[in-house]
């Protein structure tokens, strides 16, 4: 249960690529306070997406490269259990707060299983898995971060005005998703995982990519100049210029040698996009929740 490989196949570092949503939760959340942000930002990002990562390494037992490894060791039968309590921790933090917010995590930890278990596994349905694993991880995260953080209940699932901000993150994972899975087309084949990356073929998915990720952009700078203020929407298409120039010197690479679509390309172009939307979100929680204006004037 404790073998380094068990840990390694956790991947709690590859949260980082998901912190974004969460904090985008907590920039439009009014009614939060400093242990709940703690309890779920531990929950999510220590228990919940590391359990889901290493149930889907158990089924998988990939040989080659995967998201956060570029060499993943063998799988060991701990790792199935390491992934159940690490599961049962996050909902038992999630409970601290609400049952409701435990039974939203319960619910992304029984999908997250779905998705990768022989007997159901939605990853090898191209489509399907594209828009469960885009809106799971983007719009349900939201809504369920948003809960846990307020400390509110189902209702905000009638709430239209965080239906916007939450289809963005959606909008935004659709658009990368495929990209994750662009150096994996040999091994996802193998096992049938006929994914919408390998559909699309490795410059489809550069192009779908462009397309949807343009489409996220525009929608967030209209949500960010109809509900909050102009200069956040000029913000966030600056912070998205590193990720726009970096995608565009890859996809020539890959023009040029196809063999470019490859693991270590994959992770930059991931972190420089992580890297970006949570410096942008941090700042606009930091901003619109006028902690920076108290900070500046000695509070």
Known sequence: MFKKSTWLHLRIPFSFFLLPVFLFALAVSPNINESRIIIVFIALHFFLYPASNGYNSYFDKDEKSIGGLRNPPKVVKGLYYTALVFDMVAIGMALIISWQFSLMLFIYGLVSKAYSHPGIRIKKYAFLSWFIAGFFQGAFTFMMAYMGLNQYGFHVWEQAHLWLPGILTSLMLWGSYPMTQIYQ????????DHTLSYKLGIKGTFYFTAVTFSI????????????????????????????????????????????????SHTMRLNMISALCLNIFFIYFFLDSSQVLQAIKAGY
């Open 185 to 192: 087309h040999e091994e996802d084949s193998k096992r049938g």
């Open 216 to 263: 996220a952009v525009g929608a967030f700078v209209f949500y960010f100049m109809e509900y909050h203020k102009d200069k956040y929407a000029l913000l966030f298409v600056l912070s998205m210029l590193p990720v726009v120039l970096y995608f565009g010197y890859w996809f020539l690479k890959v023009h040029i040698d196809m063999s470019k679509a490859d693991f």
